[in-house]
Every structure is written in C-alpha cells, then in structure tokens.
C-alpha cells in the first residue's frame, strides 16, 4: 500500500463547497456489477461516510474505502462483496487530495480510533458539519432548511486530548503488549506511543507494562479463556494531574498484587487511586459487573469549569476535558436558565452537567442509569455545597413522565443521550411537556435526525453547534438548541 504523500501540511485546500443534496436514485433496475475479491479498479472518492471512509461508486454501487479522502482517485482492492455494497482498501492512490496529511500515528488504519488521522483538521471539522447535514438530509425532518448549522468548534491542539486509556492486556511470542486490536481481529498491537492520548496516561500504562514485565502475573489468553490479566485502564485528571488506574481480571485472585502495588508506588507516583474490576465472561465489553477498591484513594479529582468531580473508576467522564468545558458552556448557554427554573439533567452521568448550573437555577433533578454515577453525581453536589440538585438512577423514559405525572413539571430539559439516542416515550413525555427551554446533545447525527423528525412538531431548531470532542476520529458531536412554536 502506498498512500502518503508525505505531506505535513496541506498547501492550499480549494475552498469546500456547501453540503449538495445527492441526485435522487433512479428507480430503473440496476446491472450488477460481476466483481471478485482482490479485483482492482480505479475509483474516484465523492465523499466520506459516517465513519469516515472514502465514499465512490463503482459501476454505480457505492464502494466504502477506508482511508481514502474526497476527490481522491485511488486503485481500490475490494476485500469485501455485499448485496448493496462494496468494501476495498486503497491499493494505490493516483491522485491526492490536498487534505491528506501524513498521520502521527504509524498505526492510524490498522487499529481504530484513528479514521481521520490522515486528514487536515480543518477540513475534519467541515466533515462533521457535512455528516450532520447528511443525516438530517435522510430524514428530512420538516423544517429542515430553518435552522443553523455552525461551524464545529475545533481544539486549537487537536492532539493529546484522551484523559482515558483503557487497553487490553495479552502475550505477543514472550513479551506483554499492552495496547489496540487491529481492525477486525483479535490481533493486539503494543502501542508505545498515541498521538491522541494524553501522556499522562501512556506514561502510566508503558510503566505498568515494564513493571509486569518483572513479575509473573498471568496474563489472559483469548483462546484458551485462562491467564488472569484481561486489561489495564488509566485515567487522569487534568486538572489535579492524579491518575486511577483499573486492572481487569478474569476472577477476584491477583497473585502478586502486593509485588504490583509496591512498585507502582515506586516507579509511579502520580497514580493515587488502584482498584481492580473482575469480568469473568468472554466478552468484548472491558468492564466487568464488580469493581474493588485496591489501594490509594477512591476516587480522582477532576474540576470542570470550576466545580470539582470526584470520579469513581467506572463513572463515565467525557474523554476530551477541554472540549467538555467548552461544550458545558455552549449548552447551557443555549438553555439561558434563569433563577426561578426547574432544570432536568438527563442522561446524566456523574451530574456534571448540572452540576455546573445549579447555583443560577431553582431546582435541578437528573437521573442516570448507572448506579455508581448517580452515587457520584450525589456525593459531587455536596463536594461543591449544592443544595438544590438532586440525582436519582433510572431510565430518563421512565423517571421523567413519573415525575411529570406527581406534579413536577420542568421548565428547562437538557438530554445528553447514548447513541441510540431518545427512547420514543420520552419524545412522546417531551412533546406533552413541552418544557419552553430544550437543549439536546447529540453524539449520533443518525438518532438525532430520528428524533428531530418527531421533536420540530412543536420546536424550532434555532441551530446545530457542531464541537470536536474526538479530535483525529469521524466521531461527531452537536448542540441542538430548540425554541418553542407557541
Ligand atoms: C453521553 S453520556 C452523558 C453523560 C453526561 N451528561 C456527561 O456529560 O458526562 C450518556 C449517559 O446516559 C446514561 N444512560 C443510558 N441510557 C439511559 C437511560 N435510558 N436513561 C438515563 N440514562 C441513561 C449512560 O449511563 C451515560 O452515563
């Protein structure tokens, strides 16, 4: 494969044309094409998909080719023949894009998490724009051509951002490798160095790695389903610089736990809070149902625009910290709370969201369904003397109508939901309420163009702030901020 051009930065980038509606398909049957494994063919990219692979038609059907960029053309293998679709991998590039930029990290395309690594960051951020468009386009929620789409905010270094590093554990011949899959196989690759990572937390993990180097811990074997080491996870406060770090393992037995611990605290300070999560099943999921708390302190402490979090190892915290601060203060701002507002933070997490709003508001209710989120968001009101907030764990579909139902009727909700985006009885709970200040986070331009579909019969979309919480990944994120009809 040769498809770098070594170019650091792009030259000069012709300016990028708006979001085009694509041709209608026709509804004449299609000649499909006879095509092999392995056969190659010159393709010219339109445009990227979701997952930001290089998007071209071959004799009319559409061919993903991962790591190729718009108006490229490229000799494209195909590795993968589908009813409706082609996958192939770049052979050779013949003509270049002017956004294609040499990747920091050699391994970009053989692990994930790297989808635009290879791409000018300007033009990532006007991606992220077009992906959003793209799914709002194939929905077509009515009132699509009202509102805003805005320029994503970008970071200014789009690098050294993951405050979490959570790598699977196992033996390469007769040395430990600590790091990522390679796409599609349960082939780990040892990752010294990620560009992405902040180096707090590849500093942490190298370490631990050459400290299990000296010790003789079993580490877990896929195929034999035995070893005891599954994975490690780090993670660091920016803001305190203390790191939590996770071990995974199959059962609750650590031999060597205290050899571990001991040098840990010689070798690496900085790490202030050991803990162990036992996942005994075969699994792709990292996390297992137990967590013990092994040494140090329980929790890290990490501040968000000025109030503080006191993160348990499995509470979910956004994984970009400078970007989270900016998107708290972007969606809060959309919300313009006032003094007398009854605030729900849904789809809370630890409650950072609001947390940060509490003291300019009435009341605040959130819920989660993870149970040690909500005890965190509980234990972080009273850390930063909160009285008016309140968390509970639950089902936002469920609590919300319930509370809705015993009379609490919310002024303000802002949702912040997993990918699968909003539960249809909580769009039905929404559309009944019809709280006059909505704000959405969306981190799946598909579920939110769904969801829209539903909310713009009683809101308006004001506009869609697209930031960058994934800086190098085709992973997008948006501030929806809805404005009542009546
Ligand atoms: C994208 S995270 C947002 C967390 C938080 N707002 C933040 O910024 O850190 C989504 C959260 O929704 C929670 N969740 C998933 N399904 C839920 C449901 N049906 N009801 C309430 N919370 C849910 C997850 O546990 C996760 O913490």
């Not at 004799?59 to 053309?73: M, Q, S, W, Y």
């Not at 990752?191 to 190298?206: E, F, G, N, S, Y």
């Not at 013990?292 to 302190?297: E, Q």
């Not at 605030?343 to 605040?364: P, Q, R």
């Amino acid at each position: 494969m040769a498809y770098s051009n070594n170019n650091n930065k792009r030259t000069s980038r012709p300016t990028r044309p708006p979001f085009k509606r694509r041709p209608q398909q026709s509804n004449q049957p299609t000649v499909e094409p006879t095509v092999e494994i392995g056969q190659r063919f010159p393709l010219t990219i339109k445009r990227l998909g979701i997952n930001g692979e290089g998007i071209g038609y071959y004799k009319r059907k559409i061919t993903f080719v991962p790591g190729a960029l718009p108006d490229e053309v490229v000799i494209a293998e195909v590795t993968d023949i589908e009813p409706h679709y082609l996958v192939a991998k770049i052979h050779k590039v013949r003509e270049f894009s002017p956004d294609r930029v040499t990747p920091r990290d050699q391994y970009a395309g053989l692990v994930g998490g790297f989808d635009l690594e290879h791409m000018d960051y300007q033009a990532q951020l006007d991606y992220k724009v077009d992906v959003i468009a793209q799914s709002l386009e194939k929905f077509k929620p009515r009132g699509f051509n009202k509102f805003k789409l805005l320029p994503t905010i970008g970071m200014n270094n789009p690098y050294h951002y993951r405050n979490k590093a959570q790598f699977p554990v196992r033996m390469i011949d007769d040395r430990i490798a600590v790091g990522m899959f390679k796409i599609g196989t349960h082939e780990l690759v040892d990752l010294p160095d990620v560009a992405t990572q902040h180096p707090a937390t590849m500093k942490v993990m190298r370490g631990i790695r050459s400290i299990l180097e000296t010790l003789s811990i079993p580490i877990y074997d896929e195929r034999a389903d035995s070893g005891i080491l599954k994975s490690i996870i780090v993670r660091v406060s920016e803001y305190s610089g203390e790191v939590q770090v996770t071990f995974v393992t199959i059962s609750k037995k650590f031999p060597q736990l205290r050899a571990l611990l001991t040098a840990i605290h010689e070798k690496l300070p900085q790490v202030t809070s050991i803990n162990q999560n036992i996942n005994p099943e075969k699994t792709s999921l990292i996390w297992g149902p137990e967590t013990v708390h092994l040494d140090g302190k329980k929790y890290i402490t990490e501040q968000i625009n000025g109030k503080f979090f006191e993160l348990s190892p499995r509470a979910f915290l956004q994984l970009n910290p400078k970007q989270t601060a900016r998107l708290y203060r972007e969606a809060l701002e959309a919300l313009d709370l006032t003094s007398a507002d009854r605030l729900i933070d849904a789809y809370s997490g630890i409650g950072t969201l609001g947390i940060a709003v509490a003291d300019k508001v009435g009341e605040v209710r959130g819920m989660d369904t993870v149970p040690e989120a909500i005890a965190d968001a509980n234990r972080n009101t009273k850390l930063n003397g909160i009285t008016n907030a309140e968390y509970f764990v639950g089902e936002a579909e469920y609590l919300i109508p319930n509370w809705v139902a015993a009379g609490w009727i919310p002024d303000a909700i802002i949702v912040d939901p997993p990918r699968t985006g909003l539960d249809e009885q909580l769009r039905t709970t929404i559309l009944d309420v019809k709280p006059k200040k909505f704000v959405y986070i969306s981190c799946n331009p598909s579920t939110l163009a769904r969801d829209l579909v539903d909310l713009v019969k009683i809101y308006n979309v004001e506009y869609i702030q697209s930031i960058d919480m994934f800086p190098q990944t085709a992973r997008v994120e948006a501030i929806v901020k809805f404005t009542r009809k009546d």
